[in-house]
């Protein structure tokens, strides 16, 4: 199922409580995402890295903070500066070969404010 | 900026009607041009990327270079083709894919 784990399915989170979603894969690609994925909304792009030890802010990074200590692990905290956190988080990796690239998706994770 | 655009939230076909899912792209470049889709209860996937020139589940889609369009197309829809559909654009190999709002596609009986 493309090797990509995200968890946990479902997260509840407090108000003012910062939450780290778990994304890991095994599949020893370098590159890693996390969308946020709303009604309407589409996928919006929060961080991605493209190597370890490396990663850039997409278009809607404030209120997130992210990791990349290991090839295979790329966490997302949600921190309590983002303001409306609700929704289904969504990691990916990339994988290029012959000038083309795929990106793989993990299962999501829905989260929400209680 | 770089921005992919999906004009219709939700496109209802007949079942056997011909699907087209319409994409259009901003970006002085050379891009690279994917469809993802995400069936109920599955992850989002690759269906095609237009370098390869492929046709998956039926589906094919022509970059057109004049009109920025990257339409999606089926000569016949079948009732399994539902799902959300999204159209994305690369710049290059190492750069962040950008992905249009997407467009649900509801194959009616």
């Known amino acids: 199922d493309g090797g990509i784990t995200q968890s946990p399915k479902y997260l509840f989170r407090k108000e003012g409580q910062n939450v780290t979603l778990s994304c890991e894969q095994n599949l020893n690609h370098d590159a890693m995402y996390w969308y946020r994925q709303d009604p309407g909304q589409g996928l919006r792009l929060i961080y991605y890295?493209?190597?370890?030890?490396?990663?850039q802010k997409g278009d809607i990074a404030e209120g997130y903070s992210v990791s990349r200590e290991k090839k295979e692990s790329f966490p997302l905290t949600v921190t309590s500066a983002q303001k409306n956190p609700t929704a289904f988080y969504l990691c990916?990796?990339?994988?290029?070969?012959?000038?083309?690239?795929?990106?793989?998706f993990g299962p999501g994770t829905r989260l929400l404010v209680l | 900026a770089q921005r992919v655009t999906q004009p219709e939230k939700l496109l209802s076909v007949f079942k056997g009607a011909p699907v087209e899912l319409k994409c259009n792209y901003s970006y002085s470049g050379s891009p690279e041009l994917f469809w993802y889709v995400q069936y109920s209860r599955q992850r989002l996937q690759l269906l095609l990327r237009h370098i390869s020139r492929e046709s998956i589940k039926g589906f094919t889609a022509d970059l057109n270079k004049g009109e920025t369009s990257f339409h999606l197309k089926k000569p016949f829809a079948q009732e399994e083709d539902s799902a959300m559909y999204y159209c994305?654009?690369?710049?290059?190999?190492?750069?962040?894919?950008?992905f249009g709002k997407g467009t649900r596609l509801h194959i009616l009986p």
């Open positions: 994305a654009l690369s710049r290059n190999r190492d750069d962040k894919i950008i």
């Open positions: 890295s493209q190597i370890v030890n490396d990663f």
């Open positions: 990916a990796s990339t994988h290029r070969r012959g000038g083309e690239e795929t990106q793989y």
